[in-house]
């Protein structure tokens, strides 16, 4: 006969039991749920990188500037073609929605001043531009001051009668009829290229972005301004620097200055403002000089005597000295494109221009040279303080308009617009994570 055994189990031990067992799945389904939460977050992450990877080529490899080209070579910007991406880079399962985008246009150029800053933090010091940067703004005084002169100049040019202009006709005439014909050198071959204004960054209605995104602090405001100048001189070709092939406009560095729609007159620009600085420090000068003043007062004695008016003989000689220094302001000029140094200030050795050679300015028997200066600045260097002078806004969006316009003509891609360029997001994701649970959470990701 077989014997049975009895076995039992209290209320009190099933509990235990059912209790045990619920906290099991209870942590194997919390494990799982947030198991499956970080992996969506690296699916999204991974998803993002991946896009970001995407940054268009020839503007990191040209401009050391990465974005994604947001039209992918179609010409039509779509945000969904940004979400199609990250699906194919892993996100499949997870709705996405980008609820703040930012431009390379954005904020006034904001990223793209930023990833310049960057590039050139690490690869040039900043010693010479701080020097560049004490002259800039001494130069904007002594172009305030170059204006006044100037404005006098016309006074007593008018005060003086019509016989003293046409004595010094030939300066005369330049001064209003356009400075270009009288600074270059004869074998200055003068770009006749132009551009639609209409069509640049820094005019046309742009794509903006939404949301917000912080601000990059590194380097101070001067510093930060004297980096981005010195990238511009590196990127950008100017009158006497040619950089690049086949570009729509040869004097770049001239139209981030001036933003006019032609080479010629960005460089008349350019010229104007280098002469009003030079006309200031020349005319200073001279009226320091005795024995210049001697020379110009004399002068004035003979042609008012000449005229028959020994009245006019103060005006004559105010006439003379400022027009003096107009004319050795042309000379330096002529210095500074012919690629050579001017004095930052003028002494009795480096005056230039004599007397005697005043009136033949201009005129047919015109064939003065300007001197080189063994210490002085070039005219790539007048071009450095010119830009430690301008606003910010104006030279980024200008410095974007060259950007585009470049890689359009240059290297032939037509598609590209700097305003699809996206450089950075922020994408609201929603994944189904567990029996109809949903996990969503942010995701931001960007250059920089």
């Known amino acids: 006969m077989k014997r049975t055994k009895k076995g039992e189990i209290t209320v009190f031990l099933s509990l235990i039991f059912v209790l045990l067992v619920s906290f099991i799945l209870a942590l194997t389904e919390s494990a799982v749920i947030q198991t499956t939460k970080n992996q969506k977050r690296l699916d999204a992450d991974r998803a993002a990188f991946s896009l970001f990877g995407e940054y268009q080529k020839a503007l990191m490899e040209e401009y050391n500037v990465f974005a994604i080209e947001g039209t992918y070579e179609t010409g039509q910007y779509e945000e969904s073609l940004l979400l199609d991406r990250m699906s194919y880079y892993g996100s499949m399962g997870i709705n996405q929605e980008i609820t703040d985008i930012q431009f390379l246009t954005d904020n006034q150029g904001q990223a793209f001043r930023e990833q310049v800053l960057k590039y050139m933090e690490t690869r040039t010091g900043i010693a010479l531009a701080q020097d560049l940067t004490k002259l800039a703004s001494r130069w904007e005084e002594q172009e305030i001051q170059g204006t006044e002169i100037s404005g006098e100049l016309d006074d007593v040019i008018a005060e003086s009668g019509e016989q003293f202009a046409e004595e010094m006709g030939g300066l005369i005439q330049a001064k209003k009829s356009g400075l270009l014909s009288l600074v270059l050198p004869k ?35 001067i510093d930060a301004k004297a980096l981005f100048e010195f990238y511009i001189m590196e990127k950008f070709s100017s009158a006497l620097e040619t950089k690049g092939e086949n570009r729509n406009l040869d004097y770049e560095v001239e139209y981030i200055l001036c933003g006019k729609d032609s080479d010629a007159e960005n460089l008349k620009s350019v010229v104007n403002q280098l002469l009003l600085v030079r006309f200031a420090v020349n005319y200073t000068y001279l009226m320091s000089d005795t024995k210049r003043q001697g020379e110009a007062e004399a002068l004035a004695a003979a042609l008012s005597a000449a005229f028959a008016n020994p009245a006019l003989e103060p005006v004559l000689k105010q006439a003379i000295l400022v ?126």
């Open 323 to 448: 027009l003096w220094s107009f004319g050795e302001s042309v000379m330096d000029l002529r210095s500074l494109l012919a690629g050579k140094k001017v004095p930052i200030t003028k002494n009795e050795e480096n005056w230039q221009l004599q007397l005697s050679n005043l009136a033949k300015l201009g005129e047919e028997e015109d064939t003065q040279e300007g001197q080189d200066s063994e210490k002085g600045l070039t005219y790539q260097q007048c071009l450095h303080i010119l830009i430690l002078s301008k606003s910010d806004a104006k030279l980024t969006m200008r410095t974007l308009d060259r950007v585009e316009q470049n890689l359009i003509q240059e290297k032939e891609l037509l598609f590209f617009r700097a305003d699809a360029c996206v450089t950075k997001v922020k994408v609201y994701n929603t994944a189904d994570i567990w029996n109809g649970t949903t996990y969503s959470f942010p995701l931001y990701y960007g250059y920089l």
């Open 187 to 221: 074998d200055f071959h003068l770009s006749g290229k132009t551009i639609r204004l209409e069509e640049q960054v820094s005019t046309r209605t742009c794509r903006t972005g939404r949301g917000s995104f912080p601000e990059r602090k590194s380097t101070s405001r």
